[in-house]
């Protein structure tokens, strides 16, 4: 029988690096596809090349923007630009995404969201067996934060209510989804506390020495800051606290993360 076919979208990206790490010495025939690997997405002769024989597509495309029209113009058209590169066939899509970012509660305060709402939808409505598969923040975002929010000396990183899971092991989950003869059509992954991304990102601050000052702007008010991003029912608890994840992780030199 021939081996399972697997494209792995954004494959030059932090999730799916690993994902095509945990798919090596499996049975899988793994088509990495980024822009750096020669297929844009928008590119639809191409993509319909790359992802063509395909069993599973998992789609971790990404394009970091704040501006909701950016990210539903990128995530909407990425999705669809993938639906109508398979037509004809069947194969599953596995689609990473953000828990309760399709909620408005949740998206009206971050821009980003809607894009990702939006992928969800385009995947939902193309009648493609599909494996949602949702996670809470990932511990490597608040190093994310301190970079994009610096202005001068100062990080200003917003205080996120999360329950945060290392991308290691939200990539475990990945694959363990695209290769699962039964996947599940929605996991819910989050990590096993409760913290304030602000908080954590002092923390990681405090080991690397990013920036000399971060202040923590308070969202309390927000469903982001009130714990609107915490699943009350998740499929999968990880194990990985925030403090175990600190101790393991290997704090960077400033010179190696210009800002
Ligand atoms: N960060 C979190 O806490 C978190 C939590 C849950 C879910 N997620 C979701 O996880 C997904 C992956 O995030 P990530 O941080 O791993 O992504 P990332 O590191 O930013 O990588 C994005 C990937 O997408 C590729 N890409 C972008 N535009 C493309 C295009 N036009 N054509 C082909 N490839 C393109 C990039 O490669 P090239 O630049 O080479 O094209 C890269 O491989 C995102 O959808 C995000 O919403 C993130």
Not at 108 to 133: C, F, I, N
Not at 148 to 155: D, H, I, P
Request: hydrophobic share 45%; net charge neutral.
């Amino acid at each position: 029988m021939a081996a399972t076919r697997v494209a792995v979208l954004g494959a030059s990206g932090l999730a799916e690096s690993l994902v095509l790490e945990g798919l090596r010495g499996r049975d899988v025939e793994a088509v990495a596809i980024s822009r750096s690997l020669g297929v844009d997405v928008g590119d639809l002769e191409a993509l319909s090349r790359a992802l063509a024989g395909a069993d599973v597509v998992v789609d971790a495309l990404n394009h970091q923007t704040l501006s909701a029209r950016a990210a539903v113009r990128f995530f909407e058209s990425a999705a669809s630009q993938v639906v109508a590169a398979v037509e004809g066939s069947q194969p599953r899509v596995v689609c990473l995404s953000i828990i309760n970012a399709a909620n408005p509660r949740v998206h009206r305060w971050l821009g980003y969201y809607r894009g990702k709402a939006a992928q969800e939808d385009v995947y939902r409505r193309s009648g493609l067996p599909l494996s949602m598969v949702r996670t809470t923040q990932w511990f490597e975002l608040p190093e994310a934060l301190l970079r994009q929010t610096r202005v001068g000396g100062t990080a200003f990183v917003p205080g996120i209510l999360s329950r945060p899971l290392a991308v290691a092991e939200a990539a475990e989950h990945l694959v363990e989804q695209a290769l699962a003869p039964e996947a599940a059509e929605v996991t819910e992954i989050c990590g096993p506390e409760q913290v304030d991304l602000a908080r954590l990102a002092q923390q990681v601050n405090a080991q690397d020495h990013l920036v000399p000052r971060v202040v923590r702007i308070p969202l309390g008010m927000t469903a982001l800051g009130s714990g609107a991003l915490i699943p009350r029912s998740p499929t999968v608890i990880t194990t990985t606290t925030p403090q175990q994840w600190l101790a393991r992780r290997t704090p960077r030199p400033p010179s190696s993360a210009p800002l």
